[in-house]
């Protein structure tokens, strides 16, 4: 579902304006509503940090000027969506920008680790949105079962299933996922 250009912008002012609270991770807007996100565990900034040395190592000789960056809002007005994914691959320029956010076009892939207590966000909600906006390329990566996705355009009609191990290609990069840990068993 859609917002207007209005709704959404009084959503963003609203958002823009909500205090830092201990233990609270992102605020995204979905759905014409505000979404506070928890903030993550662990294991979970590990693997968004696994991940991103690898993209690094390789978009000098891919994507020269181009950036892995983990915390940065992605916004798409026409969409009414404000997302914050865990990782995106963009131009390091874009962060002289005078926007608030970065834009979908700038976005060559977007990364997200899921978490445990709201998994439907990443598997069904974001790569609805990613899809829409037109990202090339959503790498989803599933700590909980140590699983993940690799979705393409056009409208991730493409999407490569893989597990913790192995070595997958994520548009013109190569992620060794033998590194990643899976979420520890919650204690009883």
Do not use: C
């Not at 891919?62 to 950036?67: E, F, L, Q, R, S």
């Not at 966000?121 to 609805?128: A, H, I, L, M, S």
């Not at 390329?137 to 991730?156: A, E, K, M, N």
């Amino acid at each position: 579902m859609s917002i207007d250009a209005e709704t959404f912008a009084k959503l963003r002012a609203i958002a823009d304006q909500l205090p830092q609270v201990p233990g609270l991770g992102a605020i995204e807007i979905a759905h014409g509503q505000i979404v506070m996100m928890m903030s993550p565990v662990k294991r979970h900034e590990l693997a968004i940090l696994q991940v991103q040395r690898q993209l690094s190592s390789q978009l000098a000789a891919t994507h020269p000027g181009y950036i892995a960056y983990a915390g940065a809002d992605l916004e798409d007005s026409g969409l009414g969506r404000l997302r914050r994914p865990d990782l995106m691959v963009f131009p390091e320029a874009t962060l002289r920008g005078e926007e608030a956010a970065v834009l979908p076009h700038e976005v060559l892939l977007a990364v997200e680790i899921v978490s445990r207590s709201n998994p439907e966000n990443d598997y069904d909600d974001k790569v609805r949105d990613y899809a829409a906006m037109g990202i090339p390329h959503y790498l989803l990566v599933d700590p909980r079962d140590g699983t993940g996705i690799v979705h393409s355009q056009p409208g991730y009609t493409s999407r490569e299933k893989f597990v913790f191990g192995d070595r997958i290609a994520v548009g013109p990069w190569t992620i060794d996922t033998d590194s990643l840990l899976t979420y520890a068993a919650p204690s009883s």
